[in-house]
């Protein structure tokens, strides 16, 4: 699990990262990522549009957090990532190869 110190938790963070931020998309999983010139911070913005159930919202979520977590060694420096999902999908497709998707998310972020 991700520590308080690196996830964003201000609804003004999450604001800024949405508007100012660049879009990556990975099939139906999306992020949001801005440089800051503090350190490195996710959060993860999951709407009832797309994944109904909030069992589902929280797994994708921990799942998440967990393949961020083990691959701390490439974070990014400094900057501030939101994962989303941005289509509907089927209740399993969204949980398939997290961890290699967030791996190649950084090796992007890190040529940034």
């Known amino acids: 699990m991700l520590k308080k110190g690196f996830r964003l938790k201000k609804k003004e963070d999450f604001e800024r990262v949405f508007r100012f931020g660049k879009t990556l998309f990975f099939e139906e999983l999306g992020c949001r990522y801005q440089k800051n010139t503090s350190s490195f911070h996710i959060g993860f ?4 549009k797309y994944i109904p159930l909030a069992v589902d919202r929280n797994r ?3 799942r998440l957090s ?3 977590y ?5 974070w990014p420096k400094k900057g501030d990532v ?3 999902v941005n289509t509907k999908t089927s ?3 969204p949980f398939i190869k997290v961890k290699e998707r967030v791996e190649h998310l950084f090796q992007i972020l890190n040529k940034l």
């Open 70 to 74: 083990s691959l701390r060694e490439q």
């Open 82 to 84: 939101i994962f989303f």
């Open 60 to 62: 994708l979520r921990r």
């Open 45 to 48: 913005s999951f709407g009832k």
């Open 66 to 68: 967990e393949a961020v």
């Open 91 to 93: 209740k399993e497709k």
